[in-house]
């Protein structure tokens, strides 16, 4: 078994914890490198699961959930050596053990092989300083997805202690270049888990890859190729792995983004002589034009009720964040700090905007209260670009570099949190947080 | 004897033109017979083409006529901006008079950006590049059919790094002869 070491800040303190890491072939990601988190963390401890004989024990469920709970930044999970016990089941907890380590939350499981095969994971959080259980479950999962089931458990109970619906059992596609500027150049669309295990690739090419975007139900993904020389937009089907270019006219077909009710795709066309933004029913494959101007108009993303787009526009001069109102074609500018500023992304709530900004001609990461038009720099490095928001909107993943190489980082919607996906196989970008997907039941 | 021939093949071309015409076929396709001769005449040449060195050398790139060094096929621009700079414009006029007088080579405008901005508004940069060098071309005389562009906005760098000289260096729009 590999062991990895993470820094994780823990009441200001360095501790180095050993968590067990997986190696799924060549993945496409290395593991995760974790900066910043809240001062103030909740502690928990996620005990080692027990499990009966023929439970693969490569990949230990307990540090798949305590590593999600870390990297969100709100956890502080107990290392392994400074456990006094080690329950697995209700009658093996003994609250003291646990309150005197200043515990606030415990999390105890088995993984016990079935009859048919299935691995049947049960597990139980308690709250330590009420001495109360709070949640008890059973996961029935074939041994293929002992890791599905980790991040489902993860998500409960971030969300049974935060309230917030966790987003651990999601999934990320990011695009990776390999070997750029060389012969073997070649670029791939790549598919992994939210903490970047279990990377697949979906299609490569020897032609630049971009703007890849997910379908609202996870079931396909739509992105920009030059396979043709030209860029065109494809849709690619995740489960069969069917592709079809969408559309290939003359000039610039890029920039996809699937509506929320995923009928309609919105997406950036120049054939008119200048890039601008339109919407294509997916079902008749028919065309509107909603923008109307001799400027650049791009980067569309529909609000959450599916009734405007934001998108970018260098009517005034400079690049700035507009929404259109798709019923009246009605046009307001939405920023106005600032001379740069790009590609948004609109929070769950339709209320707040992260978007790429430029300041002091650093490119960041920035957020933006629309209400109060208060903005905020969510990110200190510089070449900032793509944010996409988990769906539960208290993270965003997007494309940076380190030292000279592309790499993938989170950040939370307050700045706090920080962590880092780096590759060793090339340069990673674009990446694209999955909605929710029910994975313990879906193949994704 | 060769003014002759040159007759024969306009007859046959505008015939093929005229097949063409019919078949509605969007493609070039090669109706004519693949001829050397100077085809850009509408009427019969008053004299026949004197022995010229070719305007090409063996890759098919142009060369400066006057100097019979490869011309510049680069052209960078300004940070965020798609504006031909001043020196380069007589290196576009020669290319836009070779175009005009080899009406069978066509171009790909192929437009670029540096690293810095959204990959998506430097697709649009980069098309614009393209459509500077276009815009150029065409009202120096060059035929729309002849002139393709395609943005690449920041995913073909030339120059790796992140230095103003490597910026500058991918900021460009370039001219693939075909």
Request: glycine fraction near 6%.
């Amino acid at each position: 078994m590999l062991f990895e070491r993470f820094r994780i800040p823990v009441l200001g303190l360095l501790l180095s914890i050993s968590w067990s890491v997986c190696s799924w072939g060549a993945a496409s990601l290395d593991t995760i490198i974790i900066d910043a988190g809240y001062d103030k963390q909740t502690r928990i401890a996620v005990v080692p699961f027990g499990s009966s004989p023929g439970v693969p024990e490569d990949d230990p469920l307990a540090d798949i959930v305590a590593f999600d709970l870390a990297r969100s930044g709100q956890f502080a999970p107990l290392e392994r050596d400074n456990m006094l016990s080690m329950p697995t089941t209700r009658r093996e907890v003994f609250f003291r053990d646990w309150r005197i380590l200043g515990i606030e939350y415990l999390v105890v499981g088995t993984s016990t092989l079935q009859a048919g095969g299935q691995i049947a994971v049960n597990y139980l959080l308690f709250d330590v300083v009420n001495e109360r259980e709070m949640h008890v479950d059973t996961l029935n999962v074939p041994g293929s997805k002992l890791r599905d089931a980790a991040h489902v458990i993860a998500d409960t109970v971030f969300e049974k202690i935060t309230g917030i619906r966790g987003a651990f059992s999601t999934r990320l596609i990011y695009v990776l270049a390999k070997d750029q500027g060389t012969r073997d150049e070649s670029f791939s669309l790549e598919l992994s888990d939210s903490d970047g295990e279990r990377a697949r690739t979906l299609f490569t090419s020897k032609q630049p890859l971009m703007s890849a975007t997910w379908s609202p139900d996870a079931t396909q993904v739509a992105y920009v190729s030059f396979e043709t020389g030209r860029p065109t937009v494809v849709l690619q089907n995740i489960a069969t792995g069917s592709r079809e270019i969408v559309t290939q006219f003359a000039g610039i077909n890029s920039a996809p983004v699937f509506s929320p009710d995923g009928r309609q795709l919105a997406l950036v066309l120049s054939r008119d002589g200048n890039p601008e933004i339109y919407v294509m029913n997916l079902l008749d494959r028919t065309l509107r034009r909603i923008t109307r101007h001799h400027s650049i108009d791009t980067e569309p993303s529909w609000t959450p009720d599916g009734g405007s787009l934001i998108f970018t526009s260098d009517r005034a001069g400079q690049p700035q964040i507009y929404l259109v109102e798709l019923k009246t074609n009605l046009v307001e500018r939405l920023t106005f700090q600032g001379s740069y500023n790009a590609r948004a992304r609109l929070l769950p709530d339709g209320k707040h905007l992260v978007y790429v900004h430029r300041r002091e001609g650093i490119f960041h990461i920035a957020w933006q209260d629309l209400e109060r038009d208060d903005v905020r720099v969510l990110t200190q490095s510089s070449l900032d670009e793509s944010p996409s928001l988990a769906p539960n909107g208290t993270m965003l993943i997007y494309a940076t570099q380190d030292r000279g190489k592309g790499i993938l980082a989170v950040v939370s919607i307050d700045g706090r949190v920080k962590y880092r996906l780096p590759s060793s196989s090339g340069d990673v970008r674009e990446p694209a947080w999955s909605p929710f997907i029910d994975t313990l039941t879906k193949n994704i | 004897m060769l003014k002759q021939r040159l007759r024969v093949i306009l007859a046959l071309m505008l015939a093929g033109v005229v097949l063409a015409g019919c078949s509605s076929s969007g493609k070039d396709e090669p109706v004519t017979p693949p001829a050397p001769e100077p085809v850009q005449e509408t009427t019969p040449a008053p004299k026949p083409p004197p022995e010229q060195p070719s305007d090409f050398d063996s890759q098919g790139n142009p060369l400066d006529p006057s100097t019979r060094r490869p011309l510049s096929r680069t052209f960078y621009f300004d940070y965020d901006r798609s504006v031909l700079k001043p020196a380069d414009l007589s290196a576009l006029e020669i290319h836009a008079r070779l175009l005009r007088s080899n009406s069978d080579r066509s171009v790909v405008l192929e437009g670029h950006c540096d690293e810095r901005g959204t990959r998506e508004y430097n697709l649009a940069l980069g098309e614009r590049r393209a459509d500077a060098v276009r815009s150029f071309l065409i009202s120096s005389g060059v035929p729309a059919r002849q002139i393709e562009t395609v943005s690449y906005g920041e995913e073909r760098s030339q120059s790796p790094g992140s230095t103003e000289s490597a910026w500058s260096r991918n900021r460009r729009a370039v001219m693939i002869y075909r």
